[in-house]
């Protein structure tokens, strides 16, 4: 079968789902991968086929130069759990902001392009990033079916459940849906209807461990896949062959921090100068321009730029982060204890999940201070326990089916939300091919 995967162009949500594209192209089907046009050198550097699509998106300028940052502060909260903050009307007026600065910004751009793209190549499958509707859109138009990949825990589908049951309760005429109406009016510009699975997806791919999952959604089909780290291309150095003679601590703060901040939200020099007198070895993962800003290190840190976690991990001891998934669940895959400093989104929740199994231990980045972090540092390198929790969740990990042993589901899947009137390419196995 053809299969599009599509993101906006956001590396860090690209990388999470490369190895899934890859266990499609290696099961025999044709894997296409689209995205902005700032995104193409990076798909193409996994291998896969990229495609451009559309111009790309402002939305990272508009957050580094503090236009909307107001939004993602003080305003609709996806991850929001008092009930209180979560009648129908602060919804409806969360999704009323969150549309046009987030997700229509993201999106506007590829949608046209991504669409024709789709009606020219006909996939069968098209899996999609939780928040680029492109996807969706695109597939309806072509009549593909589609798939949403998470990259963290689905906020979005248990806010969009919360939402939908109370609209159900107000009256006929005060039923106002800001995402489906974006929603609608893109999909009737392109020839087709409404409907939920446009916010949602016809079913779900989900690399979360299920012990750190939110609560199941009803009506959610979730197809558990084991979260394979992908870092992109990435060389060994040689300094990582030798055996660490103490205890070996990884600092990573990300990918995207300076695309959506204009830089780390926490005091990078501060944490370092804390952890000077510790008698372990600080592995600080940063690109050349930020540790060029960042200038002379403790001589215990080794500025490493960005190597491969996955290469990384397992001569690790402990690791501090930001609590972005990838890293998160790259260190959880080698059973590396973690001290998280989250900021926002789904970073804090995520924390306070792995905290719960005893896997790690976490501090706000808001509230992160050099002492504090060597504390809690010294607790993971110092308490067991830690290292028990990561390791079970790790075993967790492990009994999740790798992404070959998926592809036979998505298959099934596809053959039964495709458009029936579209002519089927799916894989013809070596038995169907053989002639009595």
Known sequence: M??????????????GMVPLGWALRTAGHEVRVASQPSLTDAVAATGLTAVPVGTDHRFFETLAA???????????????????????????????EIVPWWWSMVNKTMIDDLTSFCRWWRPDLVIWEPITFAGPLAARASGAAHARFLW??????????????????????????????????????????????????QFTIDHTPGSLR????????SVPVRY???????????WLRDPPERPRVCVSLGISADEWYGGYVVPVREVLDSLADLDAEIVLTMGDEQAARLGPV?????????????ALMPACTAMINHGGPGTVFTGLAHGVPQLVLPNQFDAPALARNLAARQAGLTLPAAEVTGSRVRDLLVRLLREPAFRDGAGELRREMLAM??????????????????DGDQPSRMRTTAHDAVTP
């Open 401 to 418: 089916p790798a992404p070959n042993e998926v592809v036979p589901v998505l298959e099934e899947l596809t053959e039964r939300h495709r």
């Open 228 to 238: 394979v780290p992908y870092n992109g291309r990435a060389v060994v150095p040689g």
């Open 214 to 221: 939110l609560e199941p959604v009803a009506g959610v089909r």
């Open 2 to 15: 053809r299969v599009l995967i599509t993101t906006y162009s956001d590396v860090s949500h690209l990388l």
């Open 298 to 310: 403790p001589a215990n840190t080794r500025v490493a730029g960005y190597v491969p976690l996955h």
């Open 66 to 96: 503090g236009g909307g940052q107001e939004h993602a502060e003080e305003g609709f909260d996806l991850t929001e759990e008092r009930p209180e903050r979560l009648t129908w009307e602060a919804m409806r007026d969360g999704y009323a």
């Open 152 to 201: 963290s825990l689905d906020f979005f589908a248990r806010m969009r459940a919360r939402f939908l049951r109370l609209t159900a309760e107000r009256p006929s005429g005060e039923r106002q849906d800001p995402l489906a109406l974006w929603l609608g009016a893109r999909a009737r510009r392109l020839g087709v209807d409404f409907s939920e699975d446009l916010t949602l997806g």
